[in-house]
C-alpha cells in the first residue's frame, strides 16, 4: 500500500511542503539508484533496510530518519524477512539547507534515530488530510505542522546529545540566535554587548564564532541590517532622514547620513533621487 499527495501552495515561504506519504513496502521492495530536487525526509515506522548515499550504506530500521538532499544520487531497499514501512515528506525554500543542522543531518551523517517520543509519523498523516482537504485555512495548518515535526525531529537530537559534540553546530546555532536578535531589534541602539547578553555567551567568544560563520562582524552585521532597511525605506516612502534614521536604531542623524554614505556611495537624499528617478515610468 503506497499513499503519495502533492502539494503546489500559493504562497513561498522559507520552507515549503513539496509532497508526503506513507507506504508499507512489499518484500523485493527496491529503489533504484536515483537524485531528488527537494529536501526528502523518510521515518521507517517499521521493518529493516538499507539506505545507500553516495559510496556508503548504511542499515535502517524502525525509528530511524534518513534524509535525500537535492542532487544527490541515493537508493534503498527493504528487508525480504522484514519489510520497511515508512512515511516521508519533501521539501524546498531558501532557508531549507540552513535547518539541517539544527535537525542533526549532514553530508557524513544521513541517518539518524528519532526518540519514539518525537514520532512524526502521525503529524506526515495529518499533512495528507490537509493537503486532500478544501479551505485556504488548510495552508496555514500545513506550515504548522512542517514546523511541528522538524521542531519533533530538533528535540529528539538534542536529547541524544550528539549535538553537544558537534561545535560547528553547536557555533550555528549560537550565531542563528544572533543574526534573529539583531533583525527584530535593530531599530533600537543595540551593541554587541547586548547581542552577546541576549545569546548567553562571553562577547568575546560569540563575536569569535560570529565572525568565523558569516566572515564579517557583530558590529559590521548590525550596521549591514541597519543600511539595507534604511535603502527599503528611502525608495517605498517619504519618510525624513531623520524619522529613517530613527527608524534603524540611529538617534543621530547626521552620524546615519554619514555612515549611510560610506556603505552605499552617495548620502541619504542623493540616494532617494536617484531610486524615484529609476524607478519612475518613462
Not at 99 to 127: A, K, M, T, W
Request: charge should be positive; hydrophobic fraction near 30%; proline fraction near 5%.
Amino acid at each position: 500500500m503506497k499513499i503519495e499527495t502533492y502539494y503546489a501552495s500559493k504562497n513561498e515561504y522559507d520552507i515549503n511542503l513539496r509532497y508526503c506519504g506513507y507506504e508499507e513496502c512489499y518484500p523485493d521492495f527496491k529503489m533504484a539508484p536515483h537524485v531528488r530536487s527537494e529536501y526528502l525526509i523518510h521515518y521507517v515506522t517499521q521493518g529493516e533496510g538499507e539506505f545507500t548515499c553516495g559510496n556508503f550504506t548504511y542499515p535502517i530500521r524502525q525509528n530511524d530518519l534518513f534524509i535525500i538532499q537535492p542532487q544527490q544520487i541515493v537508493s534503498y531497499r527493504t528487508n525480504a524477512e522484514n519489510p520497511l514501512h515508512f512515511s516521508w515528506f519533501a521539501f524546498a525554500g531558501e532557508k531549507s539547507d540552513q535547518q539541517l543542522p539544527l535537525l542533526g543531518f549532514s553530508d557524513e551523517c544521513p541517518v539518524q534515530r528519532l526518540h519514539p517520543q518525537y514520532s512524526i509519523e502521525e503529524n506526515i498523516h495529518l499533512l495528507v488530510e490537509h493537503i486532500n482537504s478544501p479551505g485556504y485555512q488548510n495552508e496555514f495548518a500545513i506550515q504548522s505542522i512542517i514546523y511541528s515535526i522538524m521542531s519533533n525531529i530538533a528535540q529528539s537530537y538534542s536529547l541524544s546529545g550528539k549535538h553537544k559534540k558537534n561545535s560547528q553546530t553547536t557555533a550555528f546555532v549560537h550565531v542563528k540566535k544572533a543574526k534573529s536578535y539583531i533583525k527584530c531589534n535593530y531599530i533600537y541602539p543595540i551593541t554587541v554587548t547586548d547581542v552577546s547578553k541576549h545569546v548567553g555567551l562571553e562577547r568575546s567568544y560569540l563575536s569569535k564564532i560570529f565572525s568565523q560563520c558569516t566572515g564579517t562582524t557583530i558590529q559590521k552585521y548590525i550596521l549591514n541590517v541597519r543600511i539595507q532597511r534604511s535603502r527599503f525605506l528611502l525608495e517605498q516612502t517619504d519618510y525624513s532622514i531623520k524619522e529613517i534614521s530613527f527608524s534603524v536604531g540611529m538617534t543621530d542623524e547626521y552620524y546615519f547620513s554619514r555612515v549611510f554614505r560610506q556603505a552605499v556611495g552617495v548620502p541619504p537624499s542623493r540616494y532617494r533621487t536617484n531610486a524615484k528617478t529609476h524607478l519612475s515610468p518613462l
